[in-house]
């Protein structure tokens, strides 16, 4: 469920991920962006007259599901650190200082921490993740920079990549480091992996800022990370409305979900699809493993503890989990003959033959992105009530569906 990214190398992983994990991560009052300035945070301009025992952050957000990042308030800065910027990646931190406010002199490991002056005003984004953290808040203004085009969904963002407004900076999967320094931008955001390019950013005066929710186990902590965007972009009063419409939607079919699994009893799902051979499947305590369980569901391998997947043959996967009567899968499926077109053995599950087939491929972009890793990673209570209608058809009846469909039978 969601990961995200337009660079290549993180789309695998998170197509990987979600393959495997449903394979990770849309009507609610958030989802409703403010229009204009009026989005912006109280306070968002440059300080005039700097008075050193003034708090110019008046609007603070607590972060309370995350476990990557973690955000600490001065009076006239922010101390953002990303825990794991990247898989097994040393933390880093950055000063976030307001506009107007002289840079602080720090010690000790903020000493050499990189300083960003906010609210930016240019930035370049790794992953189609990032985007709905900008157009929820009503900051898409500040984007002007997407890894690649084709993998963008969002109606918004393309209008602004043909106006000319947005520019793609790595094209052929590869980060175009002269491009982007040619740009200045304020800041560019990660994908949440390391790339050989972003110390030569940073030494051209680039501020290079990790965004790695796709490492958070939770779907609210991963949505949670809007706030660490608006620390960016002074949408810190927004963002926290966004953030509790979303849990406040997500604890309620999580509710109608346990429930429905008291009542009866969960309902077993066979999660994510083959990827070259190997079908990685959700440890129980992974995100999607999560999700399922949210909803109301089950799977064979819910009791397996870890946060990753599991890398296991088709055969392992057929003798614990081929009569899960509701497969959830996610490929670009018209029919399940595509299915056993793609892999012969796929025609042996029950829920190809006999049962019901979902891919989380309803919302695609014009070049092939799907939303599914881009707002939905965002927006898991949309995600959840999604998986708990197709679970629960029978309590669902009128659910409009925003990121998964049917696959009909052949």
Request: contains cysteine.
């Amino acid at each position: 469920m969601p990961a995200r990214s337009v660079m290549p190398g993180r789309r695998r992983a998170a197509a990987v991920a979600f393959l495997a994990a449903l394979t990770l991560t849309a009507c609610g009052g958030a989802a409703d962006p403010p229009a204009g300035a009026e989005s912006r945070a109280a306070g968002d301009g440059c300080i005039e007259d700097f008075d050193p025992a003034k708090d110019y952050f008046p609007v603070k957000s607590a972060v309370k599901h995350a476990e990557n990042f973690t955000l600490r308030y001065e009076k006239s800065y922010q101390v953002l650190t990303v825990n794991e910027p990247f898989p097994k990646g040393k933390p880093e931190s950055y000063v976030l200082v307001k506009c107007g406010a002289p840079k602080p002199e720090l010690t000790g490991e903020l000493a050499s921490a990189q300083q960003v002056t906010v609210p930016v005003k240019s930035l370049y984004s790794a992953s189609t993740t990032h985007l709905p953290l900008l157009t929820e808040t009503g900051t898409l203004d500040v984007l002007t920079g997407v890894a690649s085009v084709t993998a963008v969904s969002s109606a918004e963002v393309i209008e602004r990549v043909k106006a000319g407004k947005v520019t793609e900076y790595a094209k052929d999967r590869t980060l175009d480091a002269e491009a982007v320094i040619g740009a200045k931008p304020d800041v560019l955001m990660t994908q949440g992996t390391d790339d050989p390019q972003y110390p030569k950013l940073r030494q051209a005066g680039i501020a290079v800022v990790a965004n790695a929710e796709w490492l958070e186990p939770s779907p609210l902590g991963r949505a949670e990370w809007v706030k660490a965007m608006a620390a960016l972009t002074g949408a810190e009063q927004r963002a926290g409305e966004v953030f509790d419409t979303i849990e406040t939607d997500y604890r309620k079919v999580a509710e109608k979900g346990a429930q429905a699994a008291e009542q009866g009893k969960p309902v077993e799902v066979l999660p994510g699809t083959m990827y070259q051979g190997t079908w990685y499947m959700p440890a129980g305590g992974s995100y999607a493993a999560r999700l399922i369980k949210d909803a109301g569901g089950t799977y064979p391998w819910a009791a397996e503890s870890g946060t990753g997947n599991l890398q296991l043959n088709f055969e392992a996967v057929y003798a614990k989990g081929g009569e899960a009567p509701v497969w959830i899968a996610d490929q670009q499926w018209k029919s399940t003959a595509d299915a056993v077109k793609a892999d012969s053995r796929y025609g042996q599950l029950k829920a190809a033959t006999g049962g019901a087939v979902w891919t989380n491929t309803k919302a695609l972009g014009p070049g092939g992105g799907n939303d599914y890793f881009e707002r939905g990673v965002l927006r898991p209570d949309l995600v959840l009530a999604d998986l708990f209608a197709l679970m629960h058809p029978e309590q669902a009846k009128d659910h409009t569906f925003t990121f998964y469909q049917p696959v009909p039978k052949a």
